[in-house]
Structures are given as C-alpha cells and as structure tokens.
C-alpha cells in the first residue's frame, strides 16, 4: 500500500530534550515535506526537500532541523525542544513539485 | 509569493443542503489548487485538485470545485450534504511553474452537518 508513515504518533517529552520524528515513504517520491498544525493557524510548512541532499526552509523552520540522506526518508529533528512546539505534526511526500502531497497521519507532540 | 483564505471557520448546513465552502488565492504565476480534508484524528485526504486543465474539477465523495481566474477563487462545493461529510476542509495553493516553494494551506474551514 502507497503510504507515508510517520513515527511515533503522540509524544511527550520534556523542555530541552531532543528528538527525532521519522518519517519515510514508499512511493519513490522525490519531494518531502514538514508542517505543523495549530488550530486556526492551518498547516504551516517548515521544511521541505526536493531530493536527496537538497532540503529548504518552510515559513516556520526556527528550532526544527532536517536531513534527506535517503529518497524514502526525511526525519524531523528537535534538538531543544519548546513548549511553542507543542502541535501536531505531518510529514507529506509528492512525486512532482507542487502536485499534491500525501500525507502521513501525523505526530502529536506535547513539550512540557 | 502566494497566499491562500479561506472564508468563514466554521460552516454549518443541514443534512441534504448544499455545501459551499469558500476558497481565494493569490499567486504570481499560474497556480495549481487543491481541496484537502480531515477527519478527525486524521491525516489530510486529497478531494480534488486543479492543475491548468479543466476549469470544473470533479473529486471524490461528490464534491466538486471551479477554478475562476478573474475571481481567483476555487470554492468547493456539494449539492447535498451527508453527514459523514463532516470534516475540516483546507484549500491549499502551489506554483505550477514547479518552484521550490510547495503548498500553502488556507487556515482551514470547519464543516457541521446537521440532522
């Protein structure tokens, strides 16, 4: 089954701690991408790549780092987690740029 | 640059009325459009999308969608709700000349359907 697949689905962690989110997919897609949901805010994008090595920043990249070592995968970082990342979060990939994403299921995160 | 709002955050209509949820762009080039939906505890679902071909666009579930370039919107509509229709509803806008900016999302349009 075509998907992408994020893990974990909810988290709770403490300020500072990092963390990763993984994310891969297996539609051989070469454009991946971040966002963050908060409510009346909609998805906002905070990285996006459009093959492998090439990663750009989204409208909210601040305290997030990615990396695209692979073409399946783009794993979300947090080094030093905040509580203003608490939000849920949805990783997407898409075999053209600007074609539509599928998206994964989503990671609540919760920074305490 | 692009853009993307939506009208109204919340939209109520009785079971078996018409849907009309409200979606305007802006964009510097040609644009391509789609309408994503979510359930609830959900990831966001593809209806439909407008990619420079056909103005109508038909997607999944009834729902349809008109692209009007002289009033840069592409509203979503359904001649007759359901209840399982009930969702919140993002209109999203990218570049169709395929630049490195992706998708931008509307702030998202939540959907009541009342018995």
């Known amino acids: 089954e075509a998907q992408v697949t994020q893990n974990p689905r909810y988290l709770i962690t403490v300020t500072g701690k990092k963390l990763t989110v993984t994310c891969s997919q297996n539609?051989?897609?070469?454009?991946m991408s971040w966002y963050r949901q908060d409510p009346g805010l909609g998805l906002r994008q905070i990285y996006y790549?459009?093959?492998?090595?090439?990663?750009d920043k989204g409208d909210v990249p601040e305290g997030y780092k990615v990396s695209r070592k692979e073409k399946r995968n783009f794993p979300l970082i947090l080094e030093s987690p905040s509580p203003n990342q608490t939000s849920l979060y949805f990783c997407?990939?898409?075999?053209?740029?600007?074609?539509?994403?599928?998206f994964g299921s989503g990671t609540r995160l919760t920074v305490v | 640059a692009q853009s993307v709002t939506q009208l109204g955050s919340h939209v109520s209509v009785s079971e078996g009325a018409l849907v009309l949820l409200r979606c305007n762009y802006s964009?510097?080039?040609?644009?391509?459009l789609f309408w994503y939906v979510q359930y609830p505890n959900q990831g966001l679902q593809l209806l439909l999308k407008?990619?420079?071909?056909?103005?109508l666009v038909k997607g999944i579930n009834g729902f349809e969608a008109e692209f009007k370039k002289s009033e840069t919107s592409f509203h979503l509509t359904k001649p007759s709700a359901h209840m399982s229709d009930a969702a919140e509803y993002f209109c999203?806008?990218?570049?169709?000349?395929?630049?490195?900016?992706?998708?931008?999302f509307g702030s998202g349009t939540q959907l009541t359907v009342l018995p």
């Open positions: 407008y990619t420079s071909a056909a103005t």
């Open positions: 539609m051989n897609h070469e454009y």
């Open positions: 790549s459009m093959n492998v090595e090439v990663t």
């Open positions: 964009s510097s080039v040609p644009p391509y």
């Open positions: 999203a806008v990218s570049a169709a000349s395929g630049s490195a900016r992706q998708l931008t």
């Open positions: 997407a990939s898409s075999s053209r740029a600007g074609y539509g994403y599928t």
